[in-house]
């Protein structure tokens, strides 16, 4: 008799992972992925897996349920309820997934069926595990959209994939990963690809689902300040060994292993971007000291740029709309921006996907037209400019994209990747072209034989540090930064944050830091503009912003940051959760 077939409780943890080892077949050789891990999850338990990527976080979790590709062994133990759930057959399989553990994957738009509505995907989950008929499935599908607060279920019901946005995708995944009351919930990076507001109402959903249902949540991140939101336990992997474990507190509090101690001291902190601390609720408290400061910073940023001359970029009015084509209508991404951004500081750029902050990056190097307005870039009017005018613009703009894997060509070496803006800008060739690709290895921290290297043969850190040094080969006066470190790992984020403020440090130029990462922004700017809607709602000194956010929607985003302290993220969320209260009432 199977452990499922057993109607006396099973007393034990409700997960047992025991010396859990996966490896994959390379070029004839077992290449290990993970090694011989041990932990348990408890109902109504939270435990967090975290580590860079390439830890074996997320191979060792799908290897539970038999998610990896053929080329993959694994061996050791894993229970479910007290049975062995590794190496089940076929129709029991089908039944643990879905039915018993569900997974919450990273990409919702990936992981959804795009030709199928929503509706349909959770219907069929349902009529999959319990054999209902179409109209009892369908009202139980409309019961789970409504449980993980869509705002308008029927709608969602009957909407594909694409017609959802990314936070209303994530909601849908987690109501059909849902639908079948699962024991346990593995959740892989489910906010990455979120804005900071959405990420908190997912992690605030998912918080409550998992004290209402009862259900225990393995949650695998990297993201430190999402641990300590939503996880009670924690295990530490590096190179597919655990290195350390124990509760959230206690190793947030007093890590032990170097990597852990690594990993937390490389978490951007919103309000520690300067000397000192900055309290970022204590103005949404009502904080008189707080206003005073803000006041302070204010006067003190209006003094400096009041010497700073002529702004390197200057929006007036400006707005920006993508022209019609075909069928669809002209669009208006930004309407009646204005900002200023001058030599030697850097203005971080902010708010959610769709608020209009990449559009702003894209128009202030021609690559969309302006509609409205006066742009001048790096002393040239680009508001009707030509080919011939954006070509001289170019020679004065770098631009660092989010993905570098996807912004350098596959097919050249690292040091023609480099070369090709001086080659083409500049005309240098044979020694001088190598010596100046050598300086720029040199001042984005590579070695100088990474030269012949491709981009495969880097890692995602070494990757931007290439887009870096390819962007700074003409030494420009404006870099654009469009969330550059979105896509790396913590500690990797880290490295190169610190790069670009050294780099901007020394070299001077006017730096646009376009991010969704509040956190990340404040560790580099000097301003900050935010966004919603098309919109610039606010713009200052970032300890102005920071302090005393004078827009309801700029304190809504600064709520929403997690930091990586289990105490201070419990008063933040409370704070977070009288300030929604306070603004819905």
Known sequence: MS??????????????????????????????AAKDLNYTVDRGESLAIVGESGSGKSASSMAMLGLLPKTARVRGSVKLNGEEILNLDPERLRHVRGGEIAVIFQEPMTALNPVFTIGFQIIE?????????????????LELLDLVDLPDPIKAFNSYPHQLSGGQRQRAMIAQSLSCDPKLLIADEPTTALDVTVQAEILDLMRDLRHR?????????????VVADIAEDIVVMRKGVIVERGTVQGVFDHPQHPYTQQLLAAVPRIGVGGDEVIDTTAALDGDTSALRLAEVAAREDAERRSKLG??????????IEYPKRGRVPAFRAVDD??????RGEVTGLVGESGSGKSTIGR??????????????????DISNANRHLLHKVHRDVGIVFQDPSSSLNPRLP?????????LLAEGLKGRALERRVGELLDAVELPRDYRSRYPHELSGGQKQRIGIARALALEPKLLIADEPTSALDVSVQATVLELLRGLQRDLGFACLFISHDLAVVDTLS?????MNHGKIVEQGATGQILRNPTDPYTQRLIAAVPVPDPQEQKRRREARAALLASQES
Do not use: C
């Open 363 to 380: 128009a202030a190097i021609g690559l969309i037209p302006i509609a409205e307005g006066t742009a001048n870039v790096v002393g040239y």
């Open 414 to 422: 690292i040091w023609q990747s480099i070369g090709e803006p001086l």
């Open 3 to 32: 452990a499922h077939d057993n109607p006396t409780p099973y007393a034990g943890p409700l997960l047992e992972v025991s010396g859990l080892s996966v490896d994959f077949a390379v070029d004839g050789f077992w290449v290990p």
């Open 310 to 319: 002529d702004p390197v970029l200057s929006f007036e009015n400006v707005a």
């Open 125 to 141: 989950t349902l009529r999959t595990h319990y054999g209902w008929s179409p109209s009892k499935a369908k009202e139980r599908a």
């Open 213 to 225: 249902l009862d259900s225990a949540v393995l949650i695998i991140t990297h993201d430190m300040g």
């Open 337 to 342: 921006a204005t900002l200023h951004i001058y």
């Open 526 to 530: 000097d301003r900050l503009i935010v």
